[in-house]
C-alpha cells in the first residue's frame, strides 16, 4: 500500500472525534469520507478532517471507492445494523465501537454477520491499550504467580451528554454494564486467559439523571453496582462501579491478587475534567507488592501530553489504531480483539443487567 492509508467513518460524535484527533497523529493515514448525519456534529468533524468528503447516506459512504477500511463509532444500538450493510456492500477491515449489540435477541444476528464477512473486524476495546493497563497485563502473571482475584474499580463522572440522549437509556445502549463495562469484562478475560461461568451483580440507579426528561421518557440508565464472575480456571473478578464520584484522584484502579504477590494499576481519568486548583494531575502509575519480600515497589507510567490532548483514553485510542492499521497494511495476520471478545464482554454485561433485574446469578450459558 504505497499511498495513505484510507479510513471511511460512520459517526462523528464525541467518540468519533476522538477517533479523528488519533488518525490525524498517524504516520500515512487520511480520512476519506464521513457518514455522520448531525449538523451539528458534522460541523466540528469539518474542522479536523478538512479534506474529508462528508456523504448524505450510509450507502454513499459503503460506495466511496476509494476506502481501505471502515471505523464504525455511532450510537451503541446501529453498530450491528451497520456492520450488516457493510456486508452487503462490500468487505472492508472495520474498526467497531464497543458494545457489538444491545439487545441479546440480536446474537443470532452477530453470529450470522460473523459466518458471512470475509474481511477481519476489530472490536474497539481502547482500555487493553492504557499504558498503565498495557503494563498491569504485561506483568501480572509474574507478579502474582498466576491470578486468583481480580477486581477492578470504576469510579467516574456521569455519562456525559451525547447526540439525542442516547447513552440515557437501556433500550439504545445496551444498559450501563454493557455500555460502559464491556471493557472491564474484556480485561478480566484478557487477563485470566479463561471464559466466565457465571455472573452475580447488585445495582441501581441511586443519583444520576433522575430529574432529567427527554422524548424518550425518564432515563432507565443504571448508576453504580457490583458485579461478580466466576471463572472456568478458578478464579474469580469483581467490578466496583460508581458513575458519581468523579472527585476521586484515580478514575480506575485494577488488582490482581496471586500466591506470590498482588500488583495495581492506577489510571487518572481526563485531564480536561481535572480541577486547576489542584495543580498538575496524577500521573498513572503501576505497584508491584510481592509477599516475600514485602514491600511495594511503585512505577509511574506517563503518557506523552500530545496522546492525552487527543483524547479520553490516556492515549489507548493512538495505540489501538497503530495496531489495527497494521492489520489493515498486512502486517498482521488477524484482529487483537476479535468479534468473540467483543461478545463475550457484551454476554457478561447482560448478565449482569439481568441479575440485577431479576435478582439472581446468571449463567453464561443461560445465553448462549
Request: glycine share 8%; charged share 25%.
Amino acid at each position: 500500500m504505497s499511498g495513505p492509508t484510507t479510513y471511511g467513518i460512520i459517526g462523528c460524535g464525541m467518540m468519533g472525534q476522538e477517533h479523528l484527533r488519533n488518525i490525524a497523529l498517524l504516520d500515512n493515514t487520511r480520512v476519506g469520507a464521513i457518514y455522520e448525519p448531525n449538523a451539528a456534529m458534522r460541523e466540528i468533524s469539518a474542522e479536523l478532517a478538512p479534506e474529508a468528503l462528508f456523504m448524505d447516506n450510509l450507502e454513499a459512504l459503503l460506495s466511496h471507492p476509494d476506502l481501505d477500511c471502515l471505523l464504525i463509532a455511532s450510537p451503541n444500538f446501529r453498530h450491528l445494523e451497520q456492520l450488516e450493510a457493510l456486508a452487503a456492500h462490500r468487505a472492508l477491515p472495520v474498526l467497531v465501537e464497543k458494545p457489538l449489540f444491545t439487545n441479546l435477541a440480536d446474537l443470532g444476528r452477530l453470529d450470522a454477520f460473523a459466518a458471512r464477512y470475509d474481511a477481519p473486524v476489530w472490536v474497539a476495546m481502547e482500555y487493553r491499550y492504557m499504558p498503565p493497563v498495557a503494563a498491569f497485563l504485561r506483568d501480572v502473571e509474574a507478579a502474582t504467580g498466576g491470578i486468583r482475584m481480580l477486581s477492578i474499580r470504576e469510579h467516574r463522572f456521569p455519562f456525559l451528554e451525547k447526540v439525542d440522549d442516547w447513552n440515557r437509556f437501556d433500550a439504545k445502549s445496551g444498559g450501563t454494564f454493557v455500555e460502559k463495562c464491556c471493557h472491564f469484562f474484556d480485561l478480566m478475560r484478557l487477563a485470566l486467559g479463561s471464559e466466565p461461568v457465571r455472573v452475580m451483580a447488585s445495582g441501581g440507579q441511586d443519583v444520576n439523571h433522575l430529574d432529567e426528561r427527554y422524548s424518550d421518557g425518564v432515563p432507565d440508565i443504571l448508576d453504580n453496582g457490583y458485579v461478580i464472575v466466576d471463572f472456568r480456571c478458578g478464579a474469580r473478578t469483581m467490578l466496583d462501579l460508581c458513575m458519581f464520584a468523579e472527585g476521586a484522584e484515580y478514575q480506575e484502579e485494577i488488582a490482581a491478587v496471586g500466591p506470590t504477590g498482588k500488583i495495581e494499576a492506577f489510571v487518572p481519568g481526563p485531564g480536561r475534567f481535572w480541577p486547576a486548583h489542584l495543580g498538575a494531575p496524577p500521573l498513572p502509575k503501576l505497584v508491584t507488592s510481592p509477599r516475600s519480600p514485602k514491600g511495594p515497589e511503585t512505577q509511574e507510567i506517563p503518557v506523552d501530553p500530545a496522546l492525552l490532548e487527543a483524547g479520553d483514553h490516556n492515549g489507548s485510542t493512538f495505540y489501538q489504531h497503530q495496531k489495527f492499521l497494521e492489520l489493515v497494511r498486512g502486517e498482521r495476520v488477524a484482529a487483537e480483539v476479535a468479534l468473540h471478545d467483543g461478545r463475550m464482554a457484551v454476554l457478561m454485561g447482560m448478565a449482569a443487567q439481568i441479575s440485577i433485574s431479576e435478582r439472581r446469578s446468571v449463567e453464561i450459558s443461560e445465553l448462549i
